[in-house]
């Protein structure tokens, strides 16, 4: 069963930068597609970013030029570069990933606990 464990939030101030990670760990497994997604207080989960396996990237529109999303595929992890953030950043930030087992026929989708980031003005 493999876990998706996010690290990297916290507190910042507006205009700052905060880094989060997500390492999928367990065994037997390829990470496809991985992507965060976060849910601002009071609001719906909304897409952040995703890559590929291959590394092409997809964001929503209010994040394009300030978040970056890459991935080490040799650990596993997907990285989420935030920089100039927003008091509307602020949300609880989920991991997601498409997971394929070597002994399965189709890929099944994980989310991870999530992380806070807040963003203060």
């Known amino acids: 069963q493999v876990q998706l464990v996010e690290s990297g939030g916290g507190l910042a101030q507006a205009g700052g930068s905060l880094r989060l990670s997500c390492a999928a760990s367990?065994?037997?497994?390829?990470?496809?597609?991985m992507g965060w997604y976060r849910q601002p207080p009071g609001k719906q989960r909304e897409l952040v970013a995703t890559?590929?396996?291959?590394?092409?990237?997809t964001y929503a529109d209010s994040m394009k030029g300030r978040f970056t999303i890459s991935r080490d595929n040799a650990k596993n992890t997907v990285y989420l570069q935030m920089n100039s953030l927003r008091p509307e950043d602020t949300a609880v930030y989920y991991c997601?990933?498409?997971?394929?087992?070597?002994?399965?026929?189709?890929?099944?989708?994980?989310w991870g606990e999530g992380t806070q980031v807040t963003v203060s003005s």
């Open positions: 997601n990933a498409d997971i394929m087992y070597s002994y399965a026929s189709r890929q099944y989708n994980y």
């Open positions: 890559i590929t396996s291959a590394g092409s990237t």
């Open positions: 367990g065994s037997g497994f390829t990470a496809n597609a």
